[in-house]
């Protein structure tokens, strides 16, 4: 960007209603407040055509150089501690939807987007559809209407004597929805507490949003009685049991249980306890005689993936909101921390319920219980073959300290698993093939389009005639 543009933006009169949408007095404040100097904004895909100009805008505000984070390394949705420790960065402020996974580096102020909605619609709907008063419900909402839920709480909360309205565990620019005291119950970035002598099951859940990854993410993972979205200024009652997402996932499972390589894919570095979740299951899959390997590749895709055609299957360590685990287009199965355990722990029982959040499985999450190895034989549901005999119950031992190597084929390899794949498959890619080829003198290499070359002998052909 040349000064001069950047001049014209400078003095170019923002819009209200702009200004109110990425709200840059509270931004300034926050900053303000926190002494900070080095400030990252992270903006969504959609919302990077304006970037550049609320940056401007918000260092005439502090008088501070900002820096603008532009491809995420994980997710969008995901706060980018990576990309702003690159330039050194002392906070972030985040712009657009955000699964509120919680960091472990950086001070992050979130800037939630605004949808509008009829309240007074919904208060009609929700009256009807909740005539119980009474009625133990739990109110959650997706981030987009949290400016709305102040209005709301001051209608429903005299009416409705159980309702419990969730807060986020964020500090953002509504401050009404955000935690004040800790909460006994945190999950998702929600947090709730429940009347004394109650459990969770007791209660109805309603979600003011869509039928999206964030209320598939807390409608599988809070076990209450029932659960209720609001799409369309409609009421809708959630059914678990009869979604194919769930009878897919339980496919895959059982390819899991079939795996002997696994992949452990580490798509986010920034989320609390990434690294425990990790250790965990390593250590599951190493008692299981599973051959584990770890990997970093940043954003995920299929092609990336298939690029270890040795694994066959991969755990993923992301976001619950992360978009992969909907995806067909992947080669190999593409499975989470829970769906480990539930094929390997024979303490936790197979339901309807999923925990999307991995943390939720450690020691200190919601939804922890003791490991303990399923030994027991079974048939294969896959395949039709016996698993867990005797002859692959020998105790794990562990070879990734160790090189194996092929001389002959001048392969390396780290354990075992990894380099028979190498030894077996055709193609091993660029050889040496030192003493096996006749020497000769170096020649022009193909130029041209790939589709096309020169020296082609079909081109060549062509040429002639």
Same mark, same amino acid.
């Given at each position: ?53 609320? @940056? ?6 502090? #008088? ?28 972030? !402020? ?63 909360? +005299? ?11 964020? *500090? ?48 599988? *993972? ?20 009869? *979604? ?26 920034? !989320? ?115 698993? #867990? ?14 090189? @194996? ?9 780290? /354990? ?18 030192? /003493? ?20 082609? +002998? ?8």
């Amino acid at each position: 960007m040349t000064p001069e543009v950047s001049k014209k933006i400078i003095n170019h009169k923002m819009d209200d209603s702009v200004e109110n949408l990425y709200e840059l007095e509270k931004c300034s404040k926050w900053i303000d407040e926190c002494n900070l100097n080095k400030v990252c904004l992270q903006f969504p895909d959609d919302l990077l055509p304006d970037s550049v100009e609320i @940056a401007l805008h918000l260092e005439r505000r502090i #008088n501070k150089k900002v820096y603008i984070l532009g491809d995420t390394t994980c997710g969008s949705c995901c706060v980018d501690e990576i990309a702003a420790e690159h330039i050194n960065g002392d906070s972030i !402020i985040h712009f657009g939807h955000t699964c509120l996974s919680p960091s472990i580096r950086l001070p992050v102020f979130h800037v939630l987007p605004k949808k509008e909605i009829d309240i007074v619609e919904l208060i009609n709907k929700f009256k009807s559809n909740f005539e119980n008063k009474s009625e133990k419900i739990l109110f959650f909402y997706d981030v987009a209407y949290a400016h709305k839920i102040e209005s709301i709480h001051q209608i429903l909360s +005299p009416i409705y004597e159980n309702l419990i309205f969730t807060s986020l565990n964020c *500090t953002c620019n509504v401050e009404f929805v955000q935690t004040k005291n800790s909460s006994p119950i945190s999950i998702l970035g929600r947090s709730f507490k429940l009347e004394e002598e109650c459990k969770i099951e007791d209660y109805i859940a309603f979600f003011l949003g869509s039928d999206g990854k964030t209320f598939a993410a807390l409608a599988l *993972t809070i076990p209450v009685k029932n659960w209720y979205y609001y799409e369309n200024n409609t009421i809708i009652e959630y059914e678990a049991l009869n *979604t194919p997402w769930l009878k897919r996932r339980r496919f895959l499972v059982e390819k899991l249980k079939d795996a002997k390589v696994v992949g452990i894919v580490v798509a986010t570095l920034g !989320i609390k306890d990434y690294l425990k979740v990790i250790t965990m299951m390593k250590d599951i899959l190493k008692q299981k005689n599973k051959k584990s390997y770890i990997l970093s590749i940043g954003k995920i895709n299929p092609v990336k993936l298939a690029n270890f055609p040795e694994i066959d299957a991969f755990v993923v360590i992301t976001c619950p909101e992360n978009e992969v685990f909907d995806s067909r287009e992947f080669l190999k199965p593409i499975l989470m921390p829970y769906e480990v355990e539930l094929a390997f722990n024979s303490s936790r029982e197979s339901y309807t319920q999923y925990c999307m959040d991995f943390r939720q499985i450690l020691p200190t999450g919601m939804n922890y219980v003791d490991f303990k190895a399923s030994t027991n034989s079974d048939i294969s549901l896959i395949t039709g073959e016996l698993r #867990n005999c005797d002859s692959e119950n020998k105790p794990c031992t562990d070879k990734m300290n160790a090189l @194996a190597i092929n001389n002959t084929a001048g392969i390396v390899a780290i /354990g075992k698993a990894g380099a028979e794949y190498l030894y077996n498959r055709s193609w091993k890619g660029v050889e040496q093939r030192l /003493g096996k080829d006749a020497v000769h003198s170096a020649e022009v290499g193909r130029c041209g389009l790939p589709s096309s070359y020169e020296n082609e +002998p079909i081109s060549v052909e062509k040429d002639k005639k």
